[in-house]
């Protein structure tokens, strides 16, 4: 099983369709992540926590919204979808000392028509 | 300007050749540097830091260039299985967080 894992996999829905994201992860970090991919794009951050007390935006937060519901679980929402919102959406981890590295859930295709 | 930029490609190399990204960052404060590596419709995955030094992992070497701001990826002896897009991937100063990912490079080793 995938230490980071993200659900649903993939997702068509409705502009204007409330929509939730989730994360959950086993591997005991606790700092998470949500970034979006587009294609010609880097990966852009969406929202981050360092803690289940501590959300921050990202460089792209507007229309989107998260919770910690707990150390392992981050879910990303969007309140009213919308076509420009179509992408891949990743949930990652890392560890609190900071080593740089970034571990990847197997990513959320999310269609929005 | 992006401030990470790659060619995005695609690379198309036989196998067994030896092929060589570059990546320019536009932060001359930037302080950690990685390459990931993402299959199609996959998560990235670290393929390797870079280190001031430079670096190497078998067939892989990273290089980085700070009064130029690059940073390279050489593959040598290319596989099948190299097949992917490598990911440029830089940090700020530390106290900061953001981290800055590259749009990618495709490569594409053939039999």
């Known amino acids: 099983d995938a230490d980071v894992t993200q659900t649903p996999r993939n997702r068509i829905t409705k502009t204007g369709k409330r929509i939730m994201l989730e994360c959950s992860q086993t591997?005991?970090?606790?700092?998470m992540y949500w970034y979006r991919q587009d294609p010609g794009l880097g990966l852009r951050l969406i929202y981050y926590?360092?803690?289940?007390?501590?959300?921050n935006k990202g460089e792209i937060s507007d229309g989107y919204s998260v919770s910690r519901q707990a150390q392992a679980k981050f879910s990303l929402s969007l309140e009213s979808a919308i076509p420009n919102q179509t992408a891949l959406y990743f949930c990652?981890?890392?560890?609190?000392?900071?080593?740089?590295?970034?571990?990847f859930g197997e990513g959320s295709r999310l269609t929005v028509l | 300007r992006k401030e990470v930029e790659q060619d995005p490609g695609p690379f198309n190399v036989p196998e067994g050749a030896t092929v060589a990204f570059n990546c320019t960052y536009s932060?001359?404060?930037?302080?950690?540097f990685f390459w990931y590596r993402q299959d199609c419709r996959k998560e990235p995955k670290l393929l390797m830091s870079?280190?001031?030094s430079g670096n190497e992992d078998g067939r892989f070497t990273a290089q980085l260039n700070r009064a130029s701001q690059y940073i390279s990826l050489l593959i040598r002896d290319s596989k099948l299985s190299d097949s992917a897009t490598y990911l440029c991937?830089?940090?700020?100063?530390?106290?900061?967080?953001?981290?800055?990912f590259g749009a990618g490079t495709r490569l594409f080793v053939k039999a």
């Open positions: 990652a981890t890392s560890v609190r000392g900071d080593t740089g590295e970034l571990f």
């Open positions: 591997k005991g970090h606790d700092r």
């Open positions: 926590s360092f803690d289940v007390k501590d959300i």
């Open positions: 932060n001359s404060a930037s302080q950690s």
């Open positions: 870079v280190y001031s």
């Open positions: 991937v830089v940090r700020p100063a530390t106290g900061g967080f953001k981290t800055i």
